[in-house]
């Protein structure tokens, strides 16, 4: 966080896009070797310890109340865990940039989550935005379906984005929560992760699954997959996000979410194998024109 102070605006944005662009294509390699759980459990336990590790340093508040830690709890195990879980079991099915592309309906279920919960405003612009975004996504998955006749995996792939969008912005509603309480940020991204792993463990544990490692020789590509996703993708990232977020607002900065998952089209184009159509990039087209309609200032008061 104090290395990201002293960097301009928009050399925040471009690293904050390029590492969570490239994260999705990143977790191809942990489920390589090991389980989604297993992945899911050790990037967070690692990132979880390095953010606490931060806040030492840093001097910050790292110690947190009984009431404090069932705060960040409920929010790692939506945010850092179950949402993850869904993540990572989806891009074993479908190419990580489809899943990189369903997470830009998340302003819209944010939004209509806030407004369920506490009867925040929504607008008719957020609303058609977040139209845009659902009909964008069905474009991007609708070749892929052409393929079902082979196979489920693909409705799998599908079933497990929406599963993942749902419990992310479950745990995006927590964490706006928390942030009324004023709970550092480096405490509470350290300790949320913290508790997401330890749900992840469980799930290893109660499947009967063994939480081995692969070996350095055997898979260095895991080694450092894992290294970046917990260090770059989950720590750096985020410190860049919250210092852009602090002098520009939470809105604008969020246009980071509109650019992540067109990149991540073409990282997965690049690397996958992927071939996107026609109906690929018009899809993306609408997606990031809904993200950008959620994002006008006119909108503002539905991503309070």
Partial sequence: MAVSRGLPNWQLFVIAVVIWSTTWHAILYQLAHTTPQAGVTLRFALAGAVALAIAV??????????????????????????????????????????????YSASPLVAGIGAWLLWRTPIDARFLAGGALCVLGVTLIFWPEFAHMASGESTARGAFFTVAAVLLSAVGSLAASRNRVHGLPFW??????????AVLSAAVVVASGQPLALPGLRAAPSWWLSLAYLALAGSVIAFACFLTLQQRIGPGPASTIGVMTPVLALVVSALFEGFRP????????????AGNLLILRPGASRARQ
Avoid: I, N
């Fill in 57 to 102: 340093w840093r001097g910050d508040r790292w110690r947190c109340s009984a009431r404090e830690h069932r705060l960040l709890a409920f929010q790692g195990v939506f945010m850092y865990s179950l949402a993850y879980l869904a993540v990572y079991h989806a891009e074993k099915h479908v190419p990580s940039g489809l899943v990189a592309v369903g």
């Fill in 277 to 288: 159509v026609l109906f690929t990039w018009l899809g993306a087209a609408l997606a990031v």
């Fill in 187 to 196: 405490a509470a991204l350290g300790w949320g992760m913290l508790y997401g």
